[in-house]
């Protein structure tokens, strides 16, 4: 018996997408090389279902490849269904009630997994000759690309050498022979800190990777929880029960006994290869290769038909803002709230691609702290920029909480009818950031800080609680009868169920 359900299990996911209408089982032959993934990519611009792929030619019989596990859905009051299923909830689960819920978590006591004999990742166990990583569909994902990515959504499995924490992360990683990777393992990220630790022994890091994990433990994966915290403890509080885990064949690490496929291995102390590059996150492609650590496969173990997920990154909106976007988002909020700021709620935009996070800030209790919007501004930067989730978000926007920050059309209007040129931009020109963003200078790149600003869409107003006035929209500009009416005749007048908006008010 393994677990079940859509957060704790894969398969299941899979199979309740496809149930729900949200996944297609696609049976026609498709090749891995840039067909399945510009498949993905018009159904993430186009909201279709998640392209299921039975048959790829090149691949083992039988292996798949889920394209779009977290992209928007088509499906009216569903948009975030895909995600919500991540954490078994239901999929008109609204931002707000996720975030919550993600956040709630953080204050749980840790569950620890628990360990189990055996499982299906075990299924079928791979050693020696028969380790070779062409048995699977490996995709490229765009003509652009420096070579083919096995792992685009799955998660790092490494353990500090005294064995206090272990960490699990998402980072991407490239084919670069049939028995090894190459991807990144930044300094500032988990992966890259627990890596070096080993490095320092002389010794190669004990490593897994995990494709097809249970969703929740992809998304717990990629947060940035704090230093130390690890990651399978979270997903079980997270969950309401531990995440069975399994021993690996060749290296004393435990990953979810019910993943699709592991691999399994050590990273080279030393070893470097050209990764890259490959169409990233925010919607743009690096020009060069950069040598990055090389990942040694010893093992391969998997279930039966395996399916390899992928993430095809590029324009909003793929799993880098529905997935990465939103645990940036919770742990960036409860930072802000333990440092008893006044705000409401923080949501990185998925259309800006993790390079914003807008927080709506409580006016009420904004104008009971008597902060200036300078200095709102520096205490916002204060405890973002210096902490583990804000080193990756360049951009922060605060707007009044009569904007409801999950709809993005609210926050353009904010920004071009609150924003003062030359006044609301507060740039933080020392702090520290993620040197991917796209429009940082060389120097900045090098220095790994700079371009980060706190971009103010508050009115003088907002400082004393008041807001501006009363919007012209449907919510405040008719008497509640006349919005009931028109609600309840909505199907009468001939309209189907609206595609978006229709919420209250924030
Ligand atoms: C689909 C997806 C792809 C990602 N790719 C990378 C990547 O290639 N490199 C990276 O450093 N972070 C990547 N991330 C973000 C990290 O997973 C995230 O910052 C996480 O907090 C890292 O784990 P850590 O906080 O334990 O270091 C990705 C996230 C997602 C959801
Ligand atoms: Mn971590």
Redesign the pocket.
């Given at each position: 018996m393994t677990q079940h359900g859509s957060a704790l299990n894969f398969r299941d996911f899979v199979d309740g997408l496809l149930t729900a209408g949200d996944a297609i089982d696609i049976r026609r032959p498709v090749d891995p090389l840039l067909e399945a993934a510009a498949v993905t990519r018009r159904v993430y611009e186009t909201r279709s279902p998640a392209p299921l792929f039975a048959n790829l030619l090149g691949a083992a019989p039988g292996f798949r490849l889920l394209g779009a596990p977290a992209g928007l859905s088509g499906v009216p009051g569903q948009t975030y269904g895909r995600l919500a299923a991540h954490f078994g909830l239901a999929p008109g689960t609204t931002p707000r009630h996720l975030l919550e819920k993600l956040i709630a978590a953080m204050h749980a006591e840790p569950v620890a997994p628990r360990v189990v004999d055996s499982g299906p990742c075990k299924e079928h166990v791979l050693r020696g000759d028969a380790v070779d990583l062409e048995r699977f569909p490996v995709p490229l994902l765009h003509e652009q690309d420096g070579g083919r990515y096995v792992g685009?959504?799955g998660f790092h499995v490494v353990r500090t050498p005294d064995g206090r924490w272990t960490?699990w992360?998402?980072?991407?990683s490239m084919l670069h022979g049939p028995r090894t990777l190459v991807?990144?393992a930044?300094p500032q990220?988990?992966?890259g800190m627990i890596h070096q630790m080993w490095r320092e022994r002389g010794e190669a890091t004990p490593w897994a990777m995990v494709l097809g994990a249970p969703p929740a433990a992809l998304a717990a994966?990629?947060?940035?929880?704090p230093a130390e915290v690890s990651?399978d403890g979270y997903v079980g509080a997270l969950a309401g029960s531990p995440v069975e885990v399994v021993r690996t064949e060749t290296n004393d690490l435990y990953v979810p006994a019910n993943s699709e496929i592991v691999l399994e291995g050590w990273i080279s102390p030393d070893e470097t290869a050209p990764e890259g590059p490959m169409g990233e996150?925010h919607g743009y492609t690096a020009a060069d290769p950069k040598p990055q650590p090389v990942f040694h496969v010893e093992a391969i173990t998997h279930r039966t038909d395996p399916i390899l997920p992928m993430?095809v990154a590029g324009r909003p909106t793929e799993?880098?803002h529905t997935?990465?976007g939103t645990m940036i988002s919770a742990a960036a909020l409860d930072q802000l709230r333990a440092d008893g700021l006044p705000v409401d709620l923080a949501w990185c935009s998925y259309e800006a691609a993790t390079c914003w996070l807008v927080v709506s800030v409580d006016i009420r209790r904004l104008a009971a702290t008597g902060l200036d919007e300078r200095g709102l501004a520096d205490a916002v930067a204060a405890s973002l920029f210096t902490s583990?989730a804000g080193w990756?978000v360049p951009k922060v926007l605060l707007v009044a909480d009569d904007i409801d920050i999950t709809d993005t059309d609210q926050v353009v209007w904010a920004l071009a009818t609150r924003y003062h040129p030359g006044t609301g931009e507060y740039p933080y020109p020392d702090a520290p950031g993620i040197p991917l963003v796209p429009y940082l200078t060389p120097e900045e790149v090098r220095s790994g800080r700079g371009g980060k600003a706190v971009i103010s869409c508050l009115l003088p107003e907002n400082f004393e609680g008041r807001t501006r006035g009363i919007p012209t929209d449907f919510h405040h500009s008719y008497p509640p009868a006349i919005r009931q009416r028109v609600l309840d005749n909505w199907a009468d007048y001939g309209f189907p169920a609206p595609v978006r908006g229709g919420g209250a008010p924030a």
């Open positions: 685009t959504y960490s992360s998402v980072s991407r991807g990144p930044m990220q988990h992966l994966a990629g947060m940035p929880l990651e996150y993430c799993e880098n997935i990465w583990h990756l």
